[in-house]
């Protein structure tokens, strides 16, 4: 497990791997693939991949201040940008509304686009950009998905169901474990949310970014060029959750 970086330090982490192989179409599943972005790295001065934000919207301005990015720096963010947090409509304006923000969809995103899941407040604007949101997002080796890629399977055989919730090997494990990141061994190196983690996890292929901000954890971003994670604390807790649904170092073999 790495150290994790405050807003004001900007110590690299450990060595990046080897650039693995890149993800094209072709490596996806069909479905996947019509919802694959692509973009090009070398466009942009820096990317940074934010965790899930539910509805915080006073930590994502905080966090979005502490990596203060220009109109040529890109931040990416690895879904669930609503539900249970104060303002999810503010966190959708604030994100929709920046030509150099990217989304994957995550599974609240997808609660709500097949209504399996409702939302008071939002609009035909909000609900049209929920639905336009790729399931997954790549540069260079990079691969930004919610849940994750199950390793005991071809990455072509993994539908949107499975790269929006997959966390323990077998999926009905849930917060027991073993979950993917532990046994994942890439390329493509991956980054996800969706598992809530006490600490940012790093292993030598995943990078996992869902700190609990609504939970009263932190909203954490990965700096691409730094190599570096960034962290704001939530301001209070809006939403309860059991401890053992909140993972700790210890109970990771990272």
Known sequence: MDHTATPTDDRPL??????????????????????????????WDDIYVVGDVHGCIDELRRLTAALDPGPDDLVVFVG????????????????????????????????????RKTLDGLDDADRRYLESLPVAISWDDAFVVHGGIDPTRPLASQDIESLLNCRSIPAENGYDGPFWFEQYRGPPRTFFGHTVLDEPVRTEWAIGLDTGCVYGGSLTAYDWSADAFVRVPAARTYEARADEKILEPEQLDA
């Open 14 to 43: 450990a060595p990046r791997p080897d650039a693995g192989a890149t993800v094209s179409d072709g490596d996806l599943h069909p479905a996947v693939a019509e919802r694959h972005e692509r973009l090009d790295a070398s466009a």
């Open 80 to 115: 669930d940008l609503v539900r249970k947090g104060p303002d999810s409509k503010a966190v959708l304006e604030f994100v929709r509304e920046r030509e150099n923000f990217r989304s994957v969809r995550g599974n609240n995103e997808d609660k709500l686009i097949h209504g």
